[in-house]
């Protein structure tokens, strides 16, 4: 019934940005925690940066800390994240995901979350 839609990817030389969008339709889905995780060809989904929503206290993988910024707008139900300093390493497809489930988010562990997108590509070229 709840429905993600992620939007926004493309292809951009190294040291560029991207912003992702994420919408969430319907009024029946209230999340507790929404995210971002990222798959590579071959690779397993890799979480990037989560958010609660009610707080909007973030939190990011390692590898993305200081380039990516993960914020919310509740009244519009649209997730962001904001991609500064592209590197190679992050070409993946991007995936928005959201969990109505209160307790701690863990950023890296995609069983925690029940919705999900189809997924934006994001390619970075060197």
């Known amino acids: 019934q709840a429905q993600l839609a992620e939007s926004g990817g493309g292809s951009v030389q190294a040291g560029g940005s991207l912003r992702l969008s994420c919408v969430a339709y319907?009024?029946?889905?209230?999340?507790?925690?929404m995210a971002w995780f990222r798959q590579a060809p071959g690779k397993e989904r890799e979480g990037v940066a989560v958010?609660?929503?009610?707080?909007?206290?973030?939190a990011y993988a390692a590898s993305v800390q200081g380039r990516f910024t993960i914020s919310r707008d509740n009244a519009k139900k649209t997730l962001y994240l904001q991609m500064n300093s592209l590197k190679p390493e992050d070409t993946a497809d991007y995936y928005c995901?959201?969990?109505?489930?209160?307790?701690?988010?863990?950023?890296?562990?995609?069983?925690?979350?029940?919705?999900w997108g189809h997924g934006t590509q994001v390619t970075v070229s060197s």
């Open positions: 995901a959201a969990t109505t489930v209160v307790g701690n988010c863990p950023v890296t562990r995609a069983s925690r979350y029940a919705y």
């Open positions: 958010i609660y929503t009610d707080t909007g206290s973030p």
């Open positions: 319907g009024n029946t889905l209230r999340t507790y925690c």
